[in-house]
């Protein structure tokens, strides 16, 4: 745990906590449930560990709705226990990444709480955005922005004397009231919730929402419906989204984190297309790493993958930032299912069979040889919970157990992202598949116990023996040297690591031969290292001829 540049290589795997071990049986994930798997985790081989928000929430957002940021909320543990899992976690070699939430807090936060009661003009109303409303009574919203989960921005409050007042600011769920950051106390609290959790050997912050901090002080309209849920931003001057202001925040948050030994780090979520906007995040002296969405919006494609891959080394080494990489997580559909639909893009805000039909075998040969993809490429890697089993999506969750706020914000019209937060299955229990509890808070699908940790412990060629496999590879390749293509084809994909590694991928439909010589290491299909030519969306990891 010595190495102070361990992010700049890691492979990171998020624990969306609500669904990933339920220690004490109410059906929900928790600390004691992530403890009891820190084994399960070291002995896959990742290097770190990201949890989801855990604070004080009334979980109208999956905890992404924080009513106070230095409590754990009951449901998952207490503050000690916490402390215990961070220690615990190091004791295997992981290091605990956190998920910080400075774009808004919970409706139930005593700061929003004070605000309501306080009156127009008020310090306690500074700290969010409270405007008053146009036409003649203040009716109508201040502005056209529209919620990423549907409908209006904006929502109207009642006064001290009864009578209907100004309007509040919230880019996500009525219940997440967006904070005002030209409010310097805004800075300084998220200035010590930091501090609070690196003084308890937190090793760094995933930043929630981090391109959208800084609003357009005028509040003006955007001009057209933007109402799709985390989409990439490529719109000059946007008036809440990547505005330049964000750095100076960052610039702060990254001194403080110099302050501790080891240094502690950041992972910023920016939806921005711009590889070169992207990079801004990560110049010198701000974010030490930035999620990759344009990787994970790709089709399964080797054009646009691989200029993909080239635009991030290329505006990641000008800034001298480790480039990452992300194919899944807990806001968009899981590979499998998405890989298996004739059109393999990333579709903002879309889910489920809205989108068309899916081979799920077709998918799942994919998610493999995607996975080896990545796992190849230099820099960081984010793994999220389940993609080392393989899982599909749950797309046919009931309606009446749907939990995700786009649900009811979309009228029933949009499901959200509930099929790819299902609680994992750890054994070949059918019910509740060992998750802790029979009856998880999100249903699971029939079948699920087969995907399971159990199951696949025990096939030699399941996806997590092969992701088991490739991590401990590519643990060992370091500081590889960077990426060399030899094939950049509209069907194959084919590059080099110095000596230490060769990655093939075939993404066209005939079979593509293995360089004669090459030490084959792995590969997506059979695991075994054959030196057979690889099938349609095949990937295969050699040690190159010396
Ligand atoms: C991004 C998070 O990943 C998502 O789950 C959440 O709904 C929004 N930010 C709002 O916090």
Redesign the pocket.
Known sequence: MADAQWWRTAAIYQIYIRSFADGDGDGIGDIAGIRSRLGYLAQLGVDAIWITPWYASPNN??G?DVRDYRAIDPTYGDLREAELLIGEAHQHGLRVILDI?P??TSTDHPWFQAALVSPPGSPERARYHFVDGRGPGGELPPNDWRSTFGGSAWQRVTEADGEPGQWYLHL?DPT?ADLNWSDPEVHREFLDILRFWFDRGVDGFRI??ATGLVKHPGYPDLGYREEDL?VLTNVPDHPHRDRDGVHAIYRDWRTLAGEYDPPRIFVA?AWVADSERLARYVAPGQLHTTFNFPFLQSAWDAGELSSVIESTLHAMSRVGAPPTWVLS???VERTVTRYGRADTRKQPGRSGHELGPVDIELGRRRARAAILLMLALPGVAYLYQGEELGLPDHMDIPVDRIQDPIWTRSGGRRRGRDGCRVPLPWTLDPKGAGFGSADPWLPQPHGWETHSVQSQLDDPTSMYHLVARALRIRRNLGAAPELEWVVRSDSVLHFRRGPALECIVNFGATEVPVPAGAVPLLRSDTIDATPDPLGPDTAAWLRPRG
């Open positions: 957002d999956g992404y939430v774009n808004h996500f997440q929630d929402v985390l979520e997580n807990h806001d």
